[in-house]
């Protein structure tokens, strides 16, 4: 259909005259996607609810609990939450509520179960699997029900693993695309891997994630990146020091580079949501190989300072955004941090964080290190230090080469 300005003269057979579709019309909506969005937003207003069983958090997997926190058809998060509505072992042909909980107990999974019933104190269940829990709480149930000679109840169709909801489709799909969760070695995988959960926390250059009161964390120790992780070779001087003719040009070359940058960076990059994780910086026009593309912009702090921000933006339940200059030093980009601090760690980056001294003072640039096309994401390698298993921050960069954990 043409509007009216282009509208051809007489009659013609390529133009339509409605739009009316006489067919059936599929729409594919990835419904899972969706879904895992919702159950990792820790600040949801959507309520996700199969059934009589109702979501309230997926949690996640260390490298170290993989091998105990599955069983051949369900995976155990820690840190999963659901609440089943289900037949009171008290009351007769009453419902109450289930909540089920799924948290570790010396390197084996433990399930909890609460019962809140209206009127009524909480009762409590512990097993170390789903099955000891539900078994119980049935066979009450089905006595009770014996009892006031209401209809049998026919227990063995009901399974341990199903009453918590780790055998619904939409679940499974997304446990099943966990980080790490191929080394769960008896587990019969339905679906396989799909890159469907993002970062479960927000993660920030300090290698803290920011602790969200819904969402189990398992950072305990905030670090921030070494000076031994800048990489020696990125460090460069701009003081106009060194002595040959050549290095005085590319001193001379770079620190106007670095002037320019003052008022250029705006045209460089622009924020939009990240194909990584949360908010991202991308390259606004086609960047060559070695251009400063924008300055870590934050307040120098000395490490006693930092600390004790840290602490404080923590309690505030703050996205924590610290870079490390040297031993003594740190950039505090939190509260007047520039865009740059939004730029995502990858495994396979096309930037460089380089430490520069310009004028005496130390700056941190972000440094393309290869030819970046318009509209491509911008990253560097956070590097942070091997961490153990308590303090794994899962890496979703998507590089051919991710190394799964950012540390
Ligand atoms: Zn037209
Ligand atoms: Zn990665």
Known sequence: MLCTQHKLKGPSDDELSTFAVLRRVYIERDEVKQIASILQRG????????GSLIFHAIGQLLPSQMANFHSATAIFPVGYEATRIYWSTRVPNKRCRYRCRISEDDGRPLF??????????????????????WDRVVEQVAKLREESSMLKLFTEHIKGEEMYGLTIHAVMRITESLPGVENCQNYQFRYGRHPLMELPLMINPTGCARSEPKVPTHCKRPHTLNSTSVSKAYQSTFTGELNTPYSKQ??????????RLKTEWKNNVYLARSRIQGLGLYAAKDLEKHTMVIEYIGTVIRNEVANRREKIYESQNRGIYMFRINNEQVIDATLTGGPARYVNHSC?????????????EDKIIIISSRRIPKGEELTYDYQFDFEDDQHKIPCHCGAWNCRKWMN
């Not at 409590?124 to 829990?133: A, F, K, L, N, W």
């Open 43 to 50: 600040d949801r207003i959507h309520l996700f609810r199969v």
């Open 348 to 360: 396979a980056p096309n930037c460089v964080a380089e430490v520069v001294t310009f004028d005496k």
């Open 112 to 133: 909890e179960v609460r019962v809140l019933e209206h009127g009524m104190e909480d009762l409590q269940y512990r097993d170390p699997t789903p099955e000891g829990i």
């Open 250 to 259: 590319f001193v001379h070359s770079k620190s106007s580079q670095y002037r």
